[in-house]
Nanobody, 122 residues
């Protein structure tokens, strides 16, 4: 288990940008595959993006490709989600997630953050 704390959410107009951060408590952060998920009102939680242990490879859901970028800084034990060209349909609570030595193509997180609200106005 690793403690995850998200920050950076807020209210933004359509077309704007936000950068989410997720700070991890694990001393072995570099051994965790990291991901971002989101849950909109009345909908199930869905996968958004994931990054491998090294940060070399990434994966995105189709709806955010070309707009969102996931990255990590293992020295700072932090993962980021840069969100550009935001749309109203991106409005959701965004969760950071981790899986020890996980596979980003079948990520099954065992640790979750508390979530941060992102609201995109039209």
């Amino acid at each position: 288990q690793v403690r995850l704390v998200e920050s950076g959410g807020g209210l933004v107009q359509a077309g704007g940008s936000l950068r989410l951060s997720c700070a991890a408590s694990a001393n072995t952060f570099s051994n965790y595959a990291m991901g971002w998920f989101r849950q909109a009102p009345g909908k199930e939680r869905e996968f958004v993006a994931a990054v491998t242990l090294s940060g070399f490879s990434t994966r995105y859901t189709d709806s955010v490709k070309g707009r969102f970028t996931i990255s990590r800084d293992n020295a700072k034990k932090t993962v980021y989600l840069q969100m550009n060209s935001l749309k109203p349909e991106d409005t959701a609570v965004y969760y950071c997630a981790a899986e020890y030595r996980g596979d980003i193509w079948s990520l099954n997180p065992t640790s979750w953050g508390q979530g941060t609200q992102v609201t995109v106005s039209s």
